[in-house]
């Protein structure tokens, strides 16, 4: 599930990104940012303060581990078009994959202890739960719309 609220997070990253080139695809991608970031700030109950301390480190992280996965992704597109892959390249681009889940662990751990100077104890346990529901919610969304 953790791995899964990651690559929602990265998702939201990526559409934040693609927002800028201005297609019609993009609007529906920054109104779901715009929401995610809405609900936080609802159901973790942060104050004006708050916001303006945490909400550009959340997005800073959400940068950072979009970056990750977008470094895997594109190490595997550029194996997947070869004709004939070696080994050693196969090993890499499954090593980025596999190794996106540690580095987003450890990018997760940096930011928890820079969100703890600023959100109480109850507040970082309540930004986990937003976070996830979140991720339901845009499964059930999804779900429904096939």
Known sequence: MKR???????????TATVSAQGNSR???STDMYQAKHEMIIREVG????????????????????????RN??????????KKNPTDKEYEAAASAL???RVQEGEI????????????SKKQLFLLKQAEAKF????LSKKKGKK
């Not at 916001?51 to 940068?63: A, C, G, I, S, T």
Request: hydrophobic residues 45%; positive net charge; proline residues 1%.
């Open 26 to 28: 993009s609007r529906f």
């Open 135 to 138: 991720t339901r919610e845009m």
């Open 108 to 119: 997760e751990a940096k930011y928890f202890e820079k969100f703890s100077k600023i959100l």
């Open 72 to 81: 895997a992704r594109t190490l595997a597109a550029e194996v997947e078009k």
């Open 98 to 100: 596999s190794n996106t």
């Open 46 to 69: 942060l104050t004006q303060t708050q916001q303006k301390q945490f909400m550009p480190l959340y997005e800073q992280m959400e940068r950072e581990i979009y970056q990750v996965n």
């Open 4 to 14: 899964f609220v990651f690559m929602i997070i990265a998702l939201l990253a990526l």
